[in-house]
């Protein structure tokens, strides 16, 4: 449980909460004003009716003095019994909304079997409005209120018929009202607390619940990071795919992002071991040049050309890896200038012809005047060095006497050059793997010139010209290597 | 004059290597793959051979495994320096001894000496014709054999030196500078796990005590001990 867990829990919480207020104090507000509206209506009710119809002959048989005795005996339901002066009975208040609302009624109601305003004359003369507010009603529940009204007139008939106080009945309810009537109102704290009490106990389960699902991927990427830091770039979001939501993506992205790392730096550590193990070679030679030159003095001149010439061999391997890691670190383009591709590979070619002289090598070279005024936009240097490792790879893998070909052609947009050899090739599986640093097919010796570098040099600047480089195999034996170069249309 | 066999595929450095112990008085042949080093290596010409680990085609390991297949020859590696996978993997097949890549021909040659004399230098030692018997096990360093229980033991040269050198001071610890230096013909190395490499493929070839023990204990610090009973 994080912070960010508290953070989610506690907004949650807190919106359900001010949610649960907010409408439960529309609703309550609601309620009362309709209450209030309610307790200034004149009930009309059955019962009312009844009590009303108590009170006026009360009123009529006992005067004023037998209606407010009666009226005080009530519990609830207690008639309002207002004079000409708008004074009450009792010296209650009186609204006056309510009263004039009464005084409407007595004009509409007359005439009816059971009005429920009625304007009644006591014995002692005075008259009275009589009539019942709505909220006396709703003050307790309806079967109270009837009885109520039982009550009242069953105490106060007698009390009508003749003098004289009867209090052992009139005091006192009859003994099975409480028993029998309804809950009594210590019980009403508690039943509002139950489901208050049950909407705070959800309202924290769920925000629990949501903050959980929340935090818990992103507890679950935090452990990825810290786990990435610490070097550990295994896959971990492979198995939750489930959620389907923007932080199963986040956890794929990140997976994808550790694989990308992962192969960087297996590619990295491969290319340390390979640079490492490369440069040894040219050392172990140089290392037994200079036990050969101690051994037998009088050679010595013979082991210094091999020290010079491996410490030669070992100043171009590191050029090359500087070339190479310049090209991969994305360096160039600095200062690119229309390149005449037929007249970069005619010299590169001229002078490897010169070169494979010495083993009776043919260089043929095709269509370059076709191509003479086609032009490529670049850096003259890199493009000049891949051509050249390309043509040099396939003069060292060709055999004695046989003939390299050279093939420029021009396909929409694109500027071909082709090298082919009649060389052992490489197995098919391995095409691509030929343009890798230190790359050596399983089939070739190991020779103590070229390290590997060359293709993986002409790849690198050749798409960082923008264009393709790719291997096939020859029918009838030998590599095919073509380059694809974007060509400058001429303006 | 000793027989060398040289197995690297750099042409150029095996060619220098030849010159050089042509020089010191070896006859050194060189063949540049494995597959043909493992066949030359058992014609039982050689005295020894120089493999080196990392080669194309047919790997040095598994030219190294080929070899032990048919034959006892003594064997020193070539490895790269710092590869100590390779180093563990080519002792534990069998390779006697290892010299790393970037070496000097002098280094070279005092290891290719060092293993010559260790395995042809029992018949002239005045220990006499009796059999070496500590328990089970019993040896005879003049004709080079071993047997336990009266079966006998396939051992590399290395192996038996060093078994050599721990019955001689059987119930007696021996340190593993010790070792190396009788077993070996050189000082160890610092961490260097030849010894002990040498010794748990010992312990697993020959057999154990009566109460289940290998015969070959570890003494902490000490190095190591052959149990007399």
Not at chain 1, 14 to 23: F, P, S
Request: aromatic share 6%; proline share 5%.
């Amino acid at each position: 449980m994080g912070r960010l867990f508290w953070k989610f829990f506690l907004c949650i919480m807190l919106a359900q909460v001010t949610a649960t207020i907010g409408i439960g104090g529309t609703f309550w507000l609601k309620n009362r004003a309709a209450q209030q509206e309610r307790a200034l209506d004149i009930d009309t009710s059955p019962p009312a009716q009844m009590i009303i119809e108590a009170a006026s002959a009360t009123l009529e048989a006992g005067g004023s003095q037998a209606l407010r005795q009666f009226l005080s005996k009530l519990e609830r339901m207690r008639v309002f019994a207002v004079d000409a002066k708008g004074q009450e009975l009792m010296g209650r208040t009186v609204h006056a909304t309510m009263l004039a609302k009464a005084r409407a009624m007595l004009g509409q109601g007359e005439g009816q079997a059971h009005p429920v305003v009625r304007d009644a004359a006591g014995s002692d003369g005075k008259r009275y409005l009589l009539f019942l507010p709505s909220s006396e009603r709703f003050r307790n529940a309806e079967a109270g209120a009837a009885r109520d009204t039982l009550n009242a007139v069953a105490m106060s008939g007698p009390r009508a018929m003749g003098p004289g106080p009867q209090p052992h009945e009139a005091g006192a309810p009859p003994r099975g009202e409480f028993s029998r009537g309804p809950p009594p109102r210590m019980d009403t704290p508690y039943r509002t607390f139950i489901p208050l009490g049950a909407a705070i106990a959800a309202s924290l389960l769920f925000s629990f619940l949501l903050a959980w699902y929340f935090a818990r991927p992103i507890r679950d990427l935090r452990q990825a990071f810290e786990a990435a830091s610490q070097g550990n770039l295994a896959p971990r979001f492979q198995a939750n795919g489930k959620r389907g939501d923007e932080l199963t993506d986040l956890g794929r992205d990140f997976d994808r992002m550790t694989g990308r790392l992962r192969n960087l730096m297996d590619s990295q550590t491969r290319l340390l071991h390979d640079v490492s193990h490369e440069l040894r070679s040219p050392l172990a030679r140089l290392q037994a040049a200079i036990g050969l030159a101690h051994q037998q003095p009088e050679k010595m001149a013979a082991s210094m050309q091999r020290i010079e010439r491996e410490s030669e061999r070992m100043d171009k391997l590191i050029g090359e890896l500087l070339t190479l890691s310049r090209l991969e670190a994305g360096a160039g383009h600095t200062h690119s200038e229309d390149v005449g591709i037929a007249d970069l590979v005619h010299d590169i070619v001229d002078d490897a012809r010169y070169e494979a002289r010495a083993r009776q090598l043919d260089i043929a070279l095709a269509g370059d005047a076709a191509m003479a005024d086609a032009s490529v936009t670049g850096q003259p240097e890199l493009l000049a060095r891949a051509v050249e490792n390309v043509v040099r790879n396939a003069i060292k893998h060709s055999p004695d006497g046989g003939t390299v070909e050279v093939d420029l052609s021009r396909q929409t947009g694109w500027l071909r050059i082709a090298v082919l050899d009649r060389g052992p090739g490489v197995a098919s599986a391995d095409l691509a793997r030929i343009f890798e640093p230190f790359f050596r097919a399983s089939n070739t010796q190991h020779s103590t010139d070229g390290h590997g570098l060359g293709l993986a040099i002409a790849q690198h600047v050749i798409s960082a010209h923008g264009g393709r480089i790719g291997a096939s195999l020859r029918s009838g034996g030998g590599l095919c290597v073509e380059m694809l170069l974007p060509v400058k249309t001429p303006s | 004059m000793s027989k060398v066999l040289l197995i690297d595929d750099d042409v150029e450095l095996v060619g220098m290597f030849q010159e050089y112990l042509t020089q010191e008085g070896f006859d050194a042949r060189a063949v540049h793959d494995g597959e043909s080093g493992a066949a030359e290596a058992l014609t039982g010409l050689y005295a020894i051979a120089i493999l080196d680990v990392m080669m194309p085609r047919m790997n040095g390991l598994e030219t190294l495994r080929r070899i032990r297949a048919g034959s006892n020859l003594p064997i020193l590696m070539l490895t790269a320096r710092g590869d100590d996978t390779d180093r563990i993997v080519g002792l534990e097949l069998g390779a006697d001894d290892y010299v790393t890549k970037p070496c000097t021909p002098r280094e070279l040659t005092a290891r290719i000496r060092a293993i010559l004399r260790r395995a042809q230098a029992a018949p002239h030692d005045a220990s006499g014709l009796a059999p070496l018997t500590v328990g089970q096990l019993t040896m005879w360093p003049e004709q080079r054999r071993v047997s336990w229980a009266g079966a006998h033991l396939e051992l590399t040269s290395t192996e038996f030196n060093l078994l050599e050198v721990l019955v001689r001071h059987a119930g007696k610890p021996v340190s593993k500078n010790q070792l190396s230096e009788l077993g070996l013909g050189r000082p160890m190395a610092r961490f260097d796990r030849n010894i002990d490499v040498h010794l748990s493929s010992l312990r697993r070839k020959l057999g154990s005590l009566a109460d289940g023990r290998s015969c070959l204990q570890t003494v902490y610090r000490l190095g190591y001990q052959l149990i007399k009973e």
